[in-house]
């Protein structure tokens, strides 16, 4: 132990994408990072559909783990209605090997000097007025550390935020994906099944990934009417009216996870912060989580830095400094509230009716003109106004958004 260094400027937990990403921008900026990953090795086990945003991807240039990109989505109602959108020369995402994806991020951060230990995760934490100290599980030592600041990257489950009681993240999705060949999909489009039977209040997915597809769903464990989302995914691959897509496939890998979705109520404490999946960041509308994640990573990097170069890192500072993060929650509620109206609180009929709106060659004009991934609000606003045939849910959006606030 003797040389070990034992006080960090910033400690992260977790060395997922968030925390490489964090360790990336800090230790960029002349911040001294220790990350503790509690595994063996990096971006092992994951459980992810890989579909990373060009925002996100510009952020870390790791194009080389790119295995396919998407140009547009296929989405389809409850009986069938067909709507596709997108264009063949825009990409709208790309899909990663998340395993190579994760590596690439946390060796950004190694570059620029910070400090990963493996197999090492907290056992023990104080916050002090001055500092915050950690006992750390290294391998099979245990080692005593202190920090200035502490950040929770450690993903769904949170140790941090358990530990230090920072609440719990609004929705708790259950993720369920197979990896296959075979699939009969159209290359460049990602497929998105809706309906009751298939994905209750939310969608599945067929994700051409290279070789293979990635084929899912996720829902909130209160729709699920006591099926597992293994048994909807089967459902949607063996019983829906899209089965034969799925005649030839066969499964080389099958991943289950949580996703969650809805910020902690505060992300913060003295001299902690969290980010990403521990703070609860997942999109509400498509449970994506690396672009939000990096998202929250630079709203507050500009606060964290002043913060720790004056040792100012005290609850009203911590408040200040996350202030950003309050309005991507917001914003993130906002979403929520659009996609409960025209998605989530829908019955298959309803669904159904929507579908039959949006496959309206002007629609689909508009939502390809309009239609960002990233910014649901606008889209969803647009469409309220634009179309008249969703103008009667207008009012109901206009209150449902006023309540999200
Ligand atoms: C089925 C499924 C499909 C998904 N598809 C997508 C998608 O296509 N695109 C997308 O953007 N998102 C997707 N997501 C969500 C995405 O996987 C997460 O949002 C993302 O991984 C969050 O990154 P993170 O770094 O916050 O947390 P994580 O990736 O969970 O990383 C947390 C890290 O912390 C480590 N850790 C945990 N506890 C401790 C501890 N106590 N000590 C030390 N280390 C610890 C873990 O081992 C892990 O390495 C999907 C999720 C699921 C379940």
Redesign the pocket.
Known sequence: MSGQQSHWDVVI???????GYAAYRLSQNGISVLL????AE?GKP???????NPGAMKKVDLENTILSQVNGARMYSPSGIEVKIGRPDAIRTHVVCRKLF?EGVVRKGLEVGAELWLK???LDVSINPENVSLTIQKQSEKISITASLLIG???????VRRQLKMGKPKEFMI???VEVTGYRGVDGYLDMFTGNDVAPGLFAWAIPNGKTHRI?V?SRAEDLDGRSCEQLVEYLMEQSQWSDRFENCRETAR?????PCGFVPKPWNQRVIL????GGM?KPTT?????P?FEAVDSVLDGLLSGLNRNKLTEKDMKKIAKPLMGMRKRQEKARALRDLFVTSCSDDELDNHFEIFSKPEVIKLINEEGDIEKPVPLGMTLLRKVPKFRPLALKAGFAILKSR
């Open positions: 937990v977790g060395a997922g994408p968030v925390g503790l990953e509690e595994h990096i994951f459980q992810c559909a890989g579909l990373v994760d090492s995760k907290p990257c450690d993903g769904a489950h949170s140790w993720g369920y994906q899912g996720w991943f289950c996870g949580p996703i980010l990403g999946d521990a997942s449970g994506g989580g690396i672009g994640g």
